[in-house]
């Protein structure tokens, strides 16, 4: 499980630098974009959970939002509440909203990803039918009330090419955080991302 060693007054600050962000959770963009909603829990532990963000069409389901959730190690007494019903397999960004947090994302990289197979796990939940770049965005989710300020979660999403490519996503979350990741550090998000069983 990741540490949390970030001070109060730099997540203030971060949470300053990230007010130009959008307000729209990505569950409600991907309900305005395609009309339907859902949320399936593929994988989960109290570490790391990932999800399947998806919309529907009459009964063909297909992934928009493959997210892979890195929780960190805090004092989550005054969020357990609403953590317990993020272990329950319900939206991160809904359940806190509803709970009255202020939700920010502090972008660290946007890339994108290659998925040559598209008979691997990912490929087939989005629905590809041939090899594909896919959108990435990773950023740190903090949460803020009150006086109160939280690094919540490290969260790595990859994005349907017909949803959010990478220069959609740059559009909607340059990235604030410096330094830059390096190399190694981007092929462990890829690794992380891409870590599910592969097709024999």
């Not at 949390?4 to 409600?28: F, G, K, T």
């Not at 740190?140 to 349907?160: F, G, M, P, Q």
């Not at 991302?193 to 592969?198: A, D, F, H, I, S």
Request: hydrophobic residues 40%; aromatic residues 6%.
């Amino acid at each position: 499980m990741l540490q949390n060693h970030i001070p109060p007054a730099v997540l203030a600050a971060a949470l300053s630098a990230c007010a130009v962000q959008p307000e729209i959770l990505n569950s409600e963009r991907i309900e305005q974009r395609f009309g339907s909603y859902e949320i399936e829990v593929i994988e989960q532990s109290s570490a790391v959970r990932r999800s399947n963000l998806y919309s529907t069409d009459g009964n063909v389901i297909t992934c928009r939002t493959y997210a892979v959730v890195e929780f960190v190690d805090s004092d989550m007494t005054d969020i357990a509440e609403t953590h317990s019903g993020v272990l329950a397999g319900e939206s991160i960004g809904a359940m806190f909203k509803t709970a009255g947090w202020v939700i920010e994302k502090e972008t660290f990289y946007v890339g994108e990803m290659q998925v040559a197979n598209p008979l691997h796990p990912i490929g087939r939940l989005m629905r590809l039918d041939a090899p594909a770049s896919l959108g990435v965005h990773a950023y740190r989710l903090l949460l803020s009330k009150k006086s109160r300020s939280i690094h919540y979660a490290t969260i790595v999403e990859t994005h349907h090419p017909d949803y959010l490519v990478e220069a959609d996503l740059l559009e909607l979350y340059p990235p604030v955080s410096e330094p830059r990741p390096t190399d190694d550090e981007i092929r462990a998000l890829i690794t992380l991302v891409l870590g599910v069983n592969q097709p024999n």
